[in-house]
Every structure is written in structure tokens, then in C-alpha cells.
């Protein structure tokens, strides 16, 4: 369980079977846990750790920061281009399945100790060493793509901005900021802008979290203020006949929507990786998560509303669907608002998802799995610099030299893998709480019944999402739908059997706390993430066929890195100040 550090290699290591062995023993390694009714928590102080300066509001405008971007100033009429007014159901529907995800990133960044890691350290505590390693592999991709991208669509309406002016109309080359000058039959596009972009919020990053958040706090209010000025001026020009029909291409054409709308509610991942640097972590990022995420979905459905009555669905355009339709509407000046909105929206989610990266990066530098520069944390600026700037220039040189739309369909692997990953990990902690490690009467371990049951749920969400996407008769995906419920009830079942025996064991041993500690516990385990695992899977079915061989090939390059090098220099319990975690409030203590 990683009580010793592993030796180095050796010259014979890689040939022998000992080899194979010691990287499956170090892979099964977990961050041990220290129930905080015995334990006083200690977390990284001076130039170790990371500063708390990040109140609730810092964090719930994180949360709005990371969403608020392209999402609603694009996708939404690109959506009802085929849902039709439907779109709105097609927002609700993924804010629902965003809630239960949320609801879990709430419990275990509450249980959690409170410093940097997110999905990755969940994963560490709850399953092993390589199956974290592989979490951050996939989130991470992501991250530096979605982040080149931004960037690039942030250098795009600047300029657009800019030519509002005579002066600069026309007189911008396509390579300074419009797309980028094309090389190699497009697999290389030139761009200027977003790596200089890039480079300046690294550098306000750099600065420090309290800088960097009264940046995101005023962009994310400005954008804010912006988007409620706009729902309040359309409200007066919605023709209620353009709702009918509200479904024109049926309800197929709503869910395939909710698929794709469901990544613009990804903010609450930011939040949880805020962790180190929040006042008061495990009271505000249950918060911080919960309440960004409804706000986000409030605004979404009420510009869909706006969006859809204003204009015919069929009449949006594709670019700037928003800015359009008030066009059309003869209010040319609302426009120029959202193009400042668009550049606040995007600004703020380039900075977050920068922001995200690095301190990701720090987590695994402080356990070992990367060189050790990841870990270094400035002593007075007290930001992760050396991790903040390789993040910048990955992203930069992304942006700066290839066609990054290219990449955009193998995207949101890394989110829906950590969702579900985060999801599994409340069950599995639960079970620790309640001494998982028991031998049932099938010679199988209680968590190995689990985890089967997972699985099950896990391949049933991804056989129903094959079906729907392409189109497979409807039984084959009820039989799909049928097992996953019969597995998430067995997990039920199982999972009340062992309260239920923990109950009795405490009541003899006569240990029962008398004050439980606070905290936010998911309601429904096992049954919501459960339902959360299942509906990413189907998600991710639903993606195109380059991500899942993306998913298989990043996973093989992660296993070898982490065999050639993870393997050697992880240390688990170097990392002593996240050994703590809490019970969730209700649960047997």
C-alpha cells in the first residue's frame, strides 16, 4: 500500500519477472486514510503550499468563470439550428446529469483534504496509483487542446472587435488573429494572437491567486452583467409563435442535443481543484460547486428562451448565433455587447482552465510522478511557477502553430473518464468507512463485488450509448438499460447490508462518536453516481469514433510512462498533508 518507497531501477530491473511484479504492486499503491476524528490535519505551510485566499464568491465565480464562454454565446443556437426551441429541454437535461455529477465532486471535495489534485487525488485515494496516473492523463489532454482552442477563438473576436474601427477593418491578416494562415494542406496553422494571449495570463497567473482571481471575479461579473442585459432587452422582442413547434426534429434530436450542451456546465471540476487555496474548503467548495453550477444553468435556459423566440430556429446563424439574432432585431449596439461578453466569457475560461492545469500538474510533482520542478511552489508568490509556465507554453505552442479544430472531436474524453472516475470513488470510500476488505461466502471481496458491479453499470451505459448513436433496434438498448439497473440495485443492496453491519459492530463496540464531523454527503450512494457513471458512458458513446481510439492510445503511452518512470519515483506517503479525510455527514462514524 505504498508504506516504503520503491527502489530505483536497476540495470537487470526491466528483463526480470521481479520487473512485471513491482509494477503491478506499485500501481495497486493508495494514499493511505487517516479518519480526521484522530488525526489533526496538517496541510502545506510557507513555500510547500499554496496561499488560502479564495473566498466563497472567488469560488462560485471560478465555477461561473470556467462555463460561462462559448457555451452561451455559440453553442446555444448551434443546438437549436436541429432542436428547435427544444433546445431549452436539451439544457435542462444536461444540467440534470450535471447536478448528479456535481453532487459527488461536492461529497469528496468536502471529505477530501483540502489541497490540489481534484479528480486525480480521488481517484489516488479511492482506487490505486495507475488509475489516478491514467485520470490525469485524459484530463490533461483535454485541458491543453480545450485551452488552444479558447484561445484562438478569444484572438478571433478581438480582432473582430478591433475592426469595428475603420482603421483596423480589412487590414488584419488572417495569421495575426482570424483562424490562421494555412501550411501543409491546413495541418498547420500560423496564429499570433492567442499565444500572445496566452503568455499574458500566464504571467498574471504567475503573479499570484489573488491577482488572478479579481481578473476572473471582474471578467465573470462583466460577462454576467452582460448576459442578464441581454435575456432583459430579447424578453421584449420574443414572438411566442416561434416556439411552435417546440420539437420539430422530435426528441432524439433534444437528448443528441443535451450530449453536446452537457460540456458547457464543466465549471465545478475548477472549483475542486481550487481546493488549497480556499478559506474554507470543506464548507465553500460543496457550495462553490453546487451554486456555480445553477447559476450557470439558470442563465443557459433563459438565453435559450430568449434566443428561440426572438428569431425562427431555422434562421440562426452558426458563428454567432446570439449577436445575430439581435441584429436582425435592429439592435446593432446589443451586439457589440456580446462581442465583449464572448471575449469576458472566453477570457475567463482560458484563465481557469490555465489555472486548473497547473495545479494539477503540482499534485502529481509533489507525489512523484512527475520530475520534482512540478512540485515547486514560489515562497512569497506562493503559485505553482514552473508548472504555470509549462502549462502556458503547451498551449501556446498549440494554438500558435497547429490547426487546433482539427483536434476538437476527440475532446471531452479526459471529463467524462474523471466524472465517472469521481463518481465510483464516493461508493468505493464509502465502503471503506464500512470496512470493505471483508471476505464474502463467494471467496470475493465486498469491494471486488463492487467494483464488478460498477463495471457492469460502466459497459451497459456504453452499449445503450452505441445503440442510440447508431441507431440500433430500441430492445437492445432496453436489455442494456435492464442490466445496469439490476447491477446499480444489487450495489444498493449490498451497500445497505454493510451499514446496516457497521451499525451493530459500532453499537457493541460501544465507539459511536458523539459529534459528527461537518461536511456535504451525495444523497441516493449508490444509486446517483451509479446513474452518473451510466449516462457519461452513454455520453461518451456518443462521441466520434478518433476519441475512443484516442481514450485507448493515451492510455497505453500513460502506462508506459508510468512503468518506465511513475513507478520509480511515486511516493505516496511523502505527500503526508492529504492522508486526512472526513466522514460525510449521516455516515457511520
Not at 468563470?65 to 436541429?82: H, L, Q
Not at 428561440?308 to 446563424?317: F, H, S
Request: proline share 4%.
Amino acid at each position: 500500500m505504498g508504506d516504503t518507497k520503491p527502489s530505483h531501477p536497476s540495470s537487470s530491473s526491466y528483463s526480470s519477472p521481479t520487473w512485471f511484479s513491482n509494477l503491478c504492486s506499485s500501481a495497486l499503491r493508495t494514499k493511505t486514510l487517516i479518519s480526521s476524528e484522530t488525526t489533526n490535519v496538517r496541510t502545506p505551510s510557507g513555500g510547500e503550499g499554496l496561499e488560502r485566499r479564495l473566498g466563497l464568491l472567488d469560488l462560485v465565480l471560478i465555477g461561473i468563470g470556467a462555463s460561462i464562454g462559448a457555451g452561451i454565446f455559440v453553442v446555444t443556437g448551434t443546438v437549436a439550428r436541429d432542436a428547435g426551441p427544444g433546445v431549452t429541454i436539451s439544457f435542462i437535461l444536461a444540467g440534470a446529469a450535471c447536478v448528479l455529477n456535481a453532487l459527488c465532486y461536492a461529497e469528496m471535495a468536502s471529505r477530501l483534504p483540502a489541497v490540489v489534485g481534484g479528480a486525480y487525488l480521488y481517484a489516488y485515494t479511492a482506487f490505486n496509483e495507475l488509475t489516478a496516473f491514467l485520470v490525469f492523463a485524459q484530463l490533461m489532454l483535454d485541458y491543453h487542446i480545450g485551452a488552444a482552442s479558447i484561445a484562438r477563438s478569444l484572438a478571433s473576436y478581438l480582432v473582430s472587435i478591433f475592426e469595428i474601427f475603420p482603421f483596423f477593418r480589412d487590414n488584419v491578416p488572417s495569421w495575426i488573429g482570424h483562424g490562421g494562415k494555412e501550411f501543409l494542406g491546413g495541418a498547420v496553422s500560423i496564429n499570433i494572437l492567442a499565444p500572445i494571449l496566452l503568455a499574458l495570463l500566464t504571467v498574471i497567473l504567475c503573479r499570484g491567486v489573488g491577482e488572478s482571481s479579481v481578473l476572473n471575479s471582474l471578467m465573470t461579473i462583466t460577462k454576467v452583467v452582460i448576459v442578464l442585459f441581454v435575456i432583459a432587452v430579447g424578453a421584449f422582442k420574443v414572438d411566442m409563435s416561434n416556439w411552435s413547434p417546440f420539437a420539430p426534429n422530435g426528441f432524439k434530436a433534444i437528448v443528441t442535443g443535451a450530449t453536446v450542451v452537457f460540456f458547457a456546465y464543466v465549471g465545478f471540476d475548477a472549483v475542486a481543484n481550487s481546493a488549497e487555496e480556499a478559506k474554507r474548503p470543506q464548507r465553500d467548495l460543496p457550495v462553490g460547486i453546487l451554486g456555480s453550477l445553477l447559476i450557470c444553468a439558470i442563465l443557459y435556459i433563459a438565453v435559450c428562451l430568449v434566443i428561440t423566440g426572438m428569431v425562427p430556429y431555422q434562421l440562426l446563424g452558426e458563428d454567432a448565433p446570439l449577436a445575430e439574432a439581435f441584429t436582425s432585431k435592429g439592435l446593432k449596439y446589443v451586439s457589440i455587447l456580446i462581442s465583449i461578453g464572448a471575449v469576458a466569457g472566453l477570457t475567463t475560461t482560458l484563465l481557469v482552465g490555465l489555472y486548473v492545469q497547473s495545479r494539477l500538474y503540482l499534485g502529481l510533482g509533489r507525489d512523484g510522478l512527475l520530475p520534482s520542478i512540478f512540485a515547486k511552489v514560489h515562497s512569497t508568490r506562493h503559485t505553482p511557477i514552473q508548472s504555470q509556465v509549462w502549462v502556458g507554453i503547451v498551449a501556446g505552442v498549440l494554438a500558435g502553430i497547429f490547426n487546433v479544430r482539427v483536434l476538437s472531436h476527440i475532446l471531452s474524453v479526459g471529463s467524462l473518464t474523471g466524472y465517472s472516475v469521481v463518481s465510483a470513488c464516493v461508493i468505493t470510500l464509502r465502503w471503506k468507512d464500512k470496512g470493505g476488505s471483508r471476505i464474502s461466502r463467494r471467496c470475493v471481496t465486498d469491494r471486488q463485488e463492487g467494483i464488478i458491479c460498477l463495471a457492469v453499470v460502466a459497459c451497459c451505459g456504453f452499449a445503450s450509448g452505441l445503440c442510440y448513436n447508431f441507431s440500433f433496434p430500441l430492445f437492445v438498448s432496453l436489455v442494456a438499460g435492464l442490466i445496469a439497473i439490476v447491477a446499480a440495485f444489487l450495489l444498493h443492496f449490498r451497500h445497505e447490508a454493510r451499514s446496516r453491519d457497521m451499525k451493530i459492530i459500532m453499537k457493541l463496540k460501544e465507539a459511536v462518536y458523539e459529534e459528527v464531523p461537518s461536511g456535504f454527503s451525495c444523497p441516493g450512494v449508490p444509486l446517483v453516481p451509479a446513474i452518473c457513471i451510466f449516462f457519461n458512458m452513454f455520453l461518451f458513446a456518443q462521441l466520434h469514433h478518433e476519441a475512443w481510439w484516442r481514450f485507448v492510445v493515451l492510455s497505453i503511452l500513460s502506462v508506459g510512462v508510468y512503468a518506465f518512470y511513475g513507478q520509480y519515483h511515486a511516493d505516496p506517503t511523502t505527500s503526508n498533508h492529504i492522508s486526512v479525510y472526513h466522514r460525510p455527514p449521516g455516515n457511520e462514524a
